[in-house]
């Protein structure tokens, strides 16, 4: 089941106004459709379908995939939204599906917090990726770092106003940490109606090696781990390739 964040239709309708409208961190997996030929593309974990759409005025063939309702009803109606497969639910209803390339962007691949389910979503990729060629590509945090130390009231507050909805806070509070379990609540305060509504997450912080070592297991190959362009040297962007 989605967090609230991406489930709650108030939450979702300023989800995408919270984020930086150039969204530096997407560009990277447009330029890699190019890199690597991609011509079919699966988006799991797609949200409110930013990259999908993205990706589809360039005509590639795309298609999201996410578990919460509210997120895609957002994201379908976006500019090109018509020209991508929507798909509400989860990883596994992709079965019998290829594609060039998969993505799993932001936090996406760290709401795996146990381990089988997260070797299952490696298997699940593998499977639908083009032998010979076909690549995942995701970013995680880098665990070292600890960004969860700056997540509180004084380091993520943030006023913006929305169209139509009007001024918004929002802020993070840190609940608990268990390594390699982080959790953690977002709060919204609308001011207009003085709604406050929260929404608490939790993520698995997976090192290097971690990571590594499941690829390999799943029999991909590493094949680059480069910066994330949005948070340098807090994140890791993992290139894997399907073999022949």
């Given at each position: 089941?989605?967090?609230?964040?991406?489930?709650?239709?108030?939450?979702?309708?300023?989800?995408?106004?919270?984020?930086?409208?150039?969204?530096?961190?997407?560009?990277?997996?447009?330029?890699?459709?190019?890199?690597?030929?991609?011509k079919?593309?699966?988006?799991?974990?797609c949200?409110?379908?930013?990259?999908?759409?993205?990706?589809?005025?360039?005509?590639?063939?795309?298609?999201?995939?996410?578990?919460?309702?509210?997120?895609?009803k957002?994201?379908?109606r976006?500019?090109?939204?018509?020209?991508?497969?929507?798909?509400?639910?989860?990883?596994?209803m992709?079965?019998?599906?290829?594609?060039?390339?998969?993505?799993?962007?932001?936090?996406?691949?760290?709401?795996?917090?146990?381990?089988?389910?997260?070797?299952?979503?490696?298997?699940?990729?593998?499977?639908?990726?083009?032998?010979?060629?076909?690549?995942?590509?995701?970013?995680?945090?880098?665990?070292?770092?600890?960004?969860?130390?700056?997540?509180?009231?004084?380091?993520t507050?943030?006023?913006?106003e929305?169209?139509?909805?009007?001024?918004?806070?929002?802020?993070?509070?840190?609940?608990?940490?268990?390594?390699?379990?982080?959790?953690?609540?977002?709060?919204?305060?609308?001011?207009?109606?003085?709604?406050?509504?929260?929404?608490?997450?939790?993520?698995?912080?997976?090192?290097?090696?971690?990571?590594?070592?499941?690829?390999c297991?799943?029999?991909?190959?590493?094949?680059?781990?480069?910066?994330?362009?949005?948070?340098?040297?807090?994140?890791?962007?993992?290139?894997?390739?399907?073999?022949?």
């Open positions: 089941m989605a967090d609230r964040i991406f489930e709650e239709s108030r939450l979702v309708d300023v989800y995408d106004f919270f984020d930086s409208a150039e969204r530096p961190d997407l560009d990277p997996y447009i330029a890699m459709t190019d890199e690597f030929g991609a079919s593309v699966i988006d799991i974990g949200g409110t379908g930013i990259l999908a759409c993205r990706l589809a005025a360039l005509s590639k063939e795309v298609i999201g995939i996410d578990p919460a309702a509210a997120s895609l957002v994201a379908c976006k500019a090109d939204a018509d020209r991508v497969k929507w798909i509400h639910g989860t990883a596994p992709l079965a019998g599906m290829q594609a060039d390339l998969v993505t799993m962007t932001g936090n996406a691949a760290q709401v795996f917090v146990t381990d089988e389910d997260w070797m299952s979503t490696l298997r699940i990729c593998r499977g639908i990726l083009r032998p010979g060629g076909g690549r995942l590509v995701f970013e995680v945090r880098d665990p070292s770092k600890a960004a969860w130390k700056d997540w509180n009231r004084d380091q507050y943030q006023v913006i929305v169209p139509e909805i009007g001024k918004v806070e929002k802020w993070v509070d840190l609940l608990d940490v268990q390594l390699p379990l982080v959790t953690f609540r977002q709060t919204f305060v609308f001011q207009r109606d003085g709604a406050v509504i929260s929404s608490d997450s939790t993520l698995r912080f997976r090192s290097q090696s971690e990571i590594i070592e499941s690829l297991f799943t029999n991909f190959l590493v094949e680059d781990i480069r910066d994330a362009p949005d948070r340098p040297g807090l994140e890791f962007v993992f290139i894997a390739r399907c073999p022949g």
